[in-house]
């Protein structure tokens, strides 16, 4: 089993930054991807970022350029640096974690809405 909690989510302007955190837990040795997906209302859920185990990242056509995913030293903890912010970026971000073994885990989710 793995734990996930984001933070950093809120209200900002348009340009504006803001950057998400994802603090994992558990069964950490069988993680293989951590990644960033967001979801607007009516919309599906979509990845934005994702970063392997390797170091590898991959990032969504739409925030290439503006979006840095990152590990912290300890690989428990992933980023997400958000500059120039758009009004198309407002949505619920949920972190991810897929395990070696294809079991993915998901954390509560943290609102980012960006104003115009």
């Known amino acids: 089993q793995v734990q996930l909690v984001e933070s950093g989510g809120g209200l900002v302007q348009t340009g504006g930054s803001l950057r998400l955190s994802c603090a994992a837990s558990g069964s950490m040795l069988r993680i293989n991807v951590m990644g960033w997906y967001r979801q607007a209302p009516g919309k599906q859920r979509e990845l934005v970022a994702a970063?392997?185990?390797?170091?590898?990242?991959n990032y969504a056509d739409s925030v290439k350029g503006r979006f840095t995913i990152s590990r912290g030293n300890s690989k428990s903890t992933v980023y997400l640096q958000m500059n120039s912010l758009k009004p198309d970026d407002t949505a619920a971000y949920y972190c991810?974690?897929?395990?070696?073994?294809?079991?993915?885990?998901w954390g509560q989710g943290t609102q980012v809405t960006v104003s115009s």
């Open positions: 991810n974690s897929e395990t070696a073994y294809g079991t993915n885990y």
């Open positions: 970063i392997t185990s390797g170091g590898r990242t």
